[in-house]
């Protein structure tokens, strides 16, 4: 299981929100390639960055700063936030970015999520299932649907998608530690690679994801907070790996 660093923007700056909520937010640093860099020297094979503005205004509002982020570090960046179409998704992989992360579209637009994967190959799209009480939240999970979480992935699965990220929100940025039980039923009712996220707390935690068999799983708070260190995590994960 790859442990992955996450850095959020808003407004330039890397901050964490708690819950997803913008009024509750704690700004880490001001200077996203250093973070990333940071990361990158703890031995990841790869970065999770997310245009939070974007997430909750549609407009990607931190491309310089994602642009200075893919172009400093030698590790492949995965992106969400703000990617709203196929055509926003062609640019960033020419920019450089790995992976692109649909949440809000794959609801809305889900056209735009099928002419991704069919442009640009489905190991460059990722669908994010951000969910609380198992209901999906979009538009940086400041609205709900009625849509449940697995039937989104299922009708995502049947345009394609091959990768999922899945989220309680109501754990993010909390070190409340995850859902491990939805987790697990994302797990087990999907036959493709799931990346979880939300609530990690500690090396255990990372432990028993890589166990219910997590593909990835994404850490913020905790290695901004010190609660994790990024560094013996990854090597204590790569021992069961």
């Known amino acids: 299981m790859e442990v992955i660093p996450a850095i959020d923007l808003l407004g330039g700056k890397c901050v964490r929100l708690v819950q997803g909520d913008y009024e509750q937010q704690r700004v880490f640093d001001d200077d996203p390639v250093g973070v990333a860099k940071r990361w990158v020297s703890a031995g990841p094979t790869r970065l999770h960055v997310v245009d939070l503005d974007g997430a909750r205004d549609g407009v990607r509002a931190n491309a310089e700063a994602v642009k200075a982020v893919v172009s400093s570090v030698d590790v492949p960046v995965q992106l969400g936030g703000g990617i709203r179409t196929a055509e926003d998704a062609a640019v960033l992989i020419d920019l450089g970015v790995e992976r ?104 255990d935690d990372l432990l028993q994801l890589a166990q219910l068999g997590a593909e990835a799983a994404v850490t913020g708070l905790a290695i901004y907070s010190g609660a994790l260190d990024l560094e013996r995590a990854i090597r204590e994960v790569n021992k069961i790996n």
Do not use: C
Request: proline share 3%.
């Open 100 to 203: 692109v992360i649909f949440g809000t579209s794959a609801v809305t637009a889900p056209d735009e999520v099928a002419e991704a994967v069919e442009k640009l190959g489905a190991d460059h799209v990722i669908v994010g299932v951000d969910a609380r009480d198992g209901r999906v939240q979009t538009r940086g999970w400041t609205e709900t649907s009625d849509l449940m979480a697995l039937d989104l992935i299922q009708r995502m699965a049947e345009l394609g998608v091959r990768r999922f990220m899945y989220t309680d929100t109501s754990r993010d940025g909390t070190l409340s530690h995850p859902n491990f039980e939805s987790i697990e039923s994302v797990i087990r009712s999907v036959s493709y690679p799931i990346v979880a996220a939300g609530g990690v707390a500690s090396i």
